[in-house]
């Protein structure tokens, strides 16, 4: 046995040993013993049956996400949507139970709380089942197709992209003033884009469309390049590949950069950064799970700092680190509430909701009646004067199609999740198409936005999801040329 096949051999061994090592530790810090502690802290809620629906969701979610961190397998999508659930879903709203405190008020009664909490409940283990059926289901190639074969990005629309980003990311730095505009505070920006006269009173699209063709394409390019750089010795030796990736990591570093954007955003960028330059690192892939939960924990209620100039800024005061999961951000299940007290009295919209977000584009001025975004209309509802509220996909689903069509929606969305993972294993392989992979690039982008898409609303994050989906298909083809990988 060669040298190289006996430290092949020992790397999964050390791997399988670390995982037997953290498992115990790992399972028993997610499902035990972090409940455990918000349980034992002081509060005024009430310990009645939307509290241990509350207990059994946190453990369920914590167990799958200990699964998916301890996995051999590195399953991104699958990851990201049970850490979210874990730490939005089950850690921050079990504190707010214990504590008695929520973000945004619940109007409704106690009840529409235990059908949010057994909502959710059903939703994941709607979602287990899809994954559960996609990994019986064998991936399968296309009738013809060859070893090495898939979507790959065309060399000559790769650089094409390139040319958009920086031109779209230039336009957006110059309309808003710029570079010194974007490590100032998002209220300025706000100002800056409202000045730039792209917004009208009666819509944002425009600020919408300068804000997403100036972040997105400059993001996809600067993972294309990662890609290639990680993946290729040719092209880390090409002097001209190298700066490029400089000069779209400095572009990035403007127009993407933790000041100027929302958190959720930076997240995406972030994740699909670290997924695609180190694409089969499981240390990697267990650090931003396990990670992710500190920081969720820890530092995201403190991470708006930026998102007020100086005069604005309200700092966080709090007693405990749990106190602000009761106060800010994580609003998703007393959210569901509200949606299942708005729905009571309005009814099921039975699929409009999501066509609006679907058909985002269309201007109100075309389709009079067009939908709003589903928080801001439970927001309205509820007669809150701030309606950037969050609508889950729990809740989007939930309001067009009643508890059947959330299960059966969770269900397409695990299973597209689990087949997703099992491609991009494959696709970061020497089996896989190489270092121009479409799916590699796509695969930890969606991971990241994952955050955004689940958080909801739907409508207000389609427009950057859109704009990512045409600049893939606008580099993808899947023709090999030459059939080799390059190295």
């Known amino acids: 046995m060669t040298s190289v096949q006996v430290e092949s051999v020992a790397k999964p061994m050390s791997w399988a040993m670390l995982s037997r090592a953290l498992a115990v530790p790992m399972i028993l810090g997610l499902v035990c013993f972090l ?9 005024t809620g009430v ?3 939307a509290f241990w629906m509350q207990l059994v969701l946190t453990c369920y979610a914590g167990a799958r996400l200990a699964t998916m961190i301890l996995s051999t397998r590195r399953r991104l999508l699958q990851g990201v949507f049970w850490m979210f659930v874990y730490i939005a879903m089950g850690v921050a709203p079990l504190a707010q139970t214990v504590i008695g405190q929520t973000p945004t008020p619940m109007v409704g009664p106690r009840s529409d709380l235990v059908t949010a909490v057994a909502m959710i409940l059903l939703g994941c283990a709607a979602f287990d089942l899809g994954a559960l059926l996609a990994a019986r289901r064998p991936l399968r190639r296309r009738p013809g197709a060859q070893r090495g074969r898939g979507p790959v990005a065309h060399q000559g629309r790769l650089t094409l992209l390139v040319v958009i980003a920086f031109a779209a990311g230039g336009y957006y730095i110059l309309k808003l003033g710029g570079p010194a505009i974007f490590f100032s505070s998002r209220q300025e920006i706000s100002a800056s884009v409202a000045e730039s006269g792209v917004v009208s009173t009666e819509s944002n699209v425009g600020s919408a469309f300068l804000k997403g063709f100036g972040t ?3 993001l996809i ?3 294309f390049c990662t ?3 990680a993946t290729s010795r040719r092209a880390r030796r090409s002097p001209s590949t190298v700066l490029v990736w400089v000069a779209l990591a400095g572009l990035n570093l403007i127009v993407n950069n933790p000041v100027s954007n929302a958190r959720y955003w930076f997240l995406t960028v972030l994740v699909s950064l670290l997924f695609t330059a180190f694409p089969s690192s499981a240390a990697i892939y267990r650090s931003v799970l396990a990670m992710g939960v500190v920081g969720a924990l820890v530092l995201f209620p403190y991470a708006d700092r930026f998102r007020y100039d100086d005069e604005g800024y309200k700092p966080v005061e709090s007693a405990s ?3 602000p999961l009761a106060t800010k951000d994580y609003d998703q299940t ?4 509200n949606t299942i007290s708005w729905v009571e009295t309005r009814g099921h919209t039975y699929g409009r909701q999501l066509a609006g977000s679907g058909l985002f584009f269309v201007p109100r001025a075309v389709w009079s009646g067009k939908p709003e975004d589903t928080g801001v209309r439970v927001g309205q509802w509820m007669g809150m004067r701030m309606t950037n509220l ?4 729990w809740t989007e689903l939930w309001v067009d199609f009643g508890a059947a069509g959330m299960a059966g929606g969770l269900a397409l969305v695990g299973y597209g999740a689990a087949r997703t993972d099992r491609r991009f294993a494959v696709a970061v392989t020497r089996a896989g198409p190489g270092p121009g992979s479409v799916l590699a690039i796509a695969a930890p982008l969606i991971a990241g936005y994952t955050f955004i898409l689940l958080r909801g609303p739907l409508l207000q994050s389609a427009g950057k999801f859109a704009i990512a989906v045409l600049c893939l298909l606008l580099v993808t083809s899947f023709r090999n040329r030459t059939g080799q990988r390059s190295r």
């Open 35 to 43: 409940p455990a502690v918000i349980v034992a802290q002081p509060g």
């Open 221 to 223: 390019a600067l993972l």
């Open 334 to 337: 007393v959210m569901f509430a």
């Open 47 to 49: 310990r009645d049956n």
């Open 390 to 393: 969050s609508a889950p996909l």
């Open 227 to 229: 890609r290639r750089l």
């Open 321 to 323: 680190v749990f106190e």
């Open 216 to 218: 997105v394409p400059a």
